[in-house]
Every structure is written in structure tokens, then in C-alpha cells.
């Protein structure tokens, strides 16, 4: 999971935009969450970002923001 970690480590919000649940004019592209398979809609960055990584290992590293959330629980109780 540190490859997750890593990728989300850089400020999503300041940086690469917010993912958004209903397309925006920003946020055109489909991505679906790895854990809870929720559709969602990102920007160009994030979509480029997240497909080079799929191409590269075969696994999807985008998670919805409920799970980041869920995730960084996790990662703080232990
Ligand atoms: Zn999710």
C-alpha cells in the first residue's frame, strides 16, 4: 500500500484538483475507486496519472475519497 500512500501524499487538492462524484467541466474523465469500484470524475492529471501507473503494474491505484479517508484511519492506528 505505500505506492498508494505516496501517490496521494502530494496535495490532490492544490495540485491536481478535486475528484468529483458527477462530471464537471474540470473533472471529464471516468475513473472507478479500486476498493469500492464507485464511479468518479477526475481531471486531465489525474486521469493521466493514475491510467500510467495501471498500464505499468497492471493494478488500479485511485481511490474515492471516502476510502482515502478510510485508508488514512487505518494507517493512523497503527
Ligand atoms: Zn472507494
Redesign the pocket.
Given at each position: 500500500m505505500e505506492r498508494i500512500r505516496a501517490y496521494y501524499e502530494g496535495d490532490i487538492e492544490n495540485k491536481l484538483g478535486s475528484p468529483t462524484k458527477y462530471k464537471t467541466d474540470e473533472n471529464q474523465n471516468e475513473l472507478f475507486?479500486s476498493?469500492?469500484g464507485?464511479k468518479v470524475f477526475v481531471n486531465e492529471l489525474i486521469f493521466k496519472d493514475v491510467t500510467k501507473i495501471i498500464e505499468k503494474t497492471s493494478e488500479n491505484p485511485f481511490?474515492?475519497e471516502?476510502?482515502i479517508d478510510e485508508y488514512e484511519d487505518l494507517a493512523h492506528s497503527h
Open positions: 475507486c476498493i469500492c464507485q481511490l474515492c471516502s476510502c
